[in-house]
Structure formats: structure tokens, C-alpha cells
């Protein structure tokens, strides 16, 4: 069964000094802040991530390339430091 949920391109900065931009899917009616709070579950879906990693005020990059892109990941919610939300899709 196929549940409608909203997407939302966001930032996300980790208390492991990562830095990750993707789609998150929150249930209709939610907010992001909501999702996060949210017990039920403690990990969130990030789609299409694109992973960076922050060192002294500039991006650097994770692994060979410039940065890793296309991704999904599950990220332990306990790891989020802040995430901010760029627009809704």
C-alpha cells in the first residue's frame, strides 16, 4: 500500500560535524520538528543525500569525489544537531 507523504528538501548538520542535504518524507499534516520529535520511530530516511563534512567553516568532501551524492541513508535521529528546511517539493 502506497502512503502519500510530503517531501522536503533539507540541510542537516550532525554533532559529528557532517553536513547533508536531501529529501526527507514527513506524513501529511506534520511538521519536520513534529518527525523529529516524534518516539515512534529513531531514524529518519534522507533520499538522494549528498554528504559532506564540515571542517573549520568550509566544506570538505567525504570519500574521493567532491562529495557523495545519491544516496539514501538512515540517519539515527540522535545524531541530527540541526536541520533546517530549504522547501517543500
Request: proline letters at 1%; glycine letters at 6%.
Amino acid at each position: 500500500m502506497l502512503v502519500e507523504k510530503d517531501r522536503y528538501l533539507v540541510n542537516i548538520f550532525c554533532v559529528d560535524g557532517s553536513f547533508i542535504k536531501g529529501l526527507i518524507h514527513v506524513s501529511p499534516g506534520l511538521r519536520i520538528l513534529d518527525s523529529l520529535n516524534s518516539q515512534k520511530d529513531n531514524f529518519v530516511a534522507v533520499v538522494n543525500a549528498e554528504i559532506f563534512n564540515l571542517r573549520e567553516g568550509e566544506l570538505e568532501s567525504l570519500g574521493r569525489t567532491t562529495h557523495e551524492k545519491g544516496h539514501t541513508i538512515i540517519l539515527n535521529k540522535s545524531a541530527v544537531k540541526w536541520m533546517e528546511e530549504i522547501k517543500k517539493i
